[in-house]
């Protein structure tokens, strides 16, 4: 059986806080405010996978009122996700995604986030795929105040 999941997320970006997209951190005078370290990517990426499962979101998940969760990498919780992914005996079959921010430029790290998202998954590189773009300058993320992405993710269950 095939299942589909979707998530979205989005951050403030802030000063003082080092930039981690895609479980990769890129050089940027501003970070994303997060409970964790606010990686809006493996967020969304998390939640299309619970989704896809039926089992809610990482909020439900991983509470911001649990303090073993305060500051962790998002890469981690993308492997408590995987596990029970597994343990449910779901396979990931493929993700896209689609990360909006007017900077910085998210294209020169794409490769090395489908490397470390794949890794972290046990998928293979060709089954990830990562777009962004920009909000052409309207609202919040179009002003640079913030960094939102979305995922879709198809399952299979055993």
Not at 64 to 78: A, P, V
Not at 91 to 120: C, G, H, Q, W
Request: hydrophobic share 45%.
């Amino acid at each position: 059986v095939m299942r589909i999941g979707i998530g979205y997320d989005i951050h403030r970006l802030v000063e003082d806080r080092k930039l981690f997209l895609g479980g990769v951190e890129i050089p940027y005078i501003k970070g994303l405010l997060g409970y964790s370290d606010g990686d809006v990517l493996l967020h969304a990426i998390s939640d299309a996978i619970l989704g896809g499962m039926g089992m809610g979101d990482i909020g439900l998940h991983f509470p911001n009122t649990d303090s073993q969760y305060k500051g962790i990498s998002s890469l981690e919780l993308l492997k408590k996700v995987a596990a029970i992914a597994a343990s449910k005996k779901f396979t990931i079959n493929n993700i896209d995604t689609v990360v909006l921010a007017e900077e910085p430029k998210i294209y020169p790290f794409r490769m090395k986030m489908m490397d470390v998202i794949s890794a972290t998954l046990g998928i293979k590189k060709d089954r990830v795929n990562i777009k962004a773009t920009t909000n052409e300058g309207v609202g919040s993320l179009g002003k640079g105040e913030a960094i939102a992405a979305y995922a879709v993710v198809s399952l299979e269950e055993k």
